[in-house]
């Protein structure tokens, strides 16, 4: 069966650094766009970054633009966020989506959290 399984999450303080990967299976990872989404606490998900199936297109939110970096590797069906410069306002949930025409896969989420 599909599945989509993020790690690492956790706690930093402002300014520290955490990659997020996805580990995906079930499905032809290289078929996929790749897209890591993000939910605080009373709003609506909302998209971060996306990477298209060979990575050569990749798109930002405005809120993350040169500090957020959005890879995958296909040999191993992984899609990672390199976050850095993390600042409070990034605290969510971030999820792991692989999107196809009217396919549509998600991970379970894993809980980011910037505080000093």
């Known amino acids: 069966q599909v599945q989509l399984v993020e790690s690492v999450g956790g706690l930093v303080q402002p300014g520290e650094s955490l990659e997020l990967s996805c580990s995906a299976s079930?499905?032809?990872?290289?078929?996929?766009?790749m897209n890591w989404f993000r939910q605080a606490p009373g709003t609506e998900r909302k998209l971060v970054a996306s990477?298209?199936?060979?990575?050569?297109?990749?798109n930002y939110a405005d809120s993350v633009k040169g500090r957020f970096t959005i890879s995958r590797d296909n040999d191993r069906n992984t899609v990672f966020l390199q976050m850095n410069s993390l600042k409070p306002e990034d605290t969510a949930v971030y999820y792991c989506?692989?999107?196809?025409?009217?396919?549509?896969?998600w991970g379970q989420g894993i809980q980011v959290t910037v505080s000093s």
């Open positions: 990477i298209s199936r060979f990575g050569v297109l990749r």
């Open positions: 989506n692989a999107a196809q025409d009217s396919n549509d896969y």
């Open positions: 079930g499905f032809t990872f290289s078929s996929y766009t």
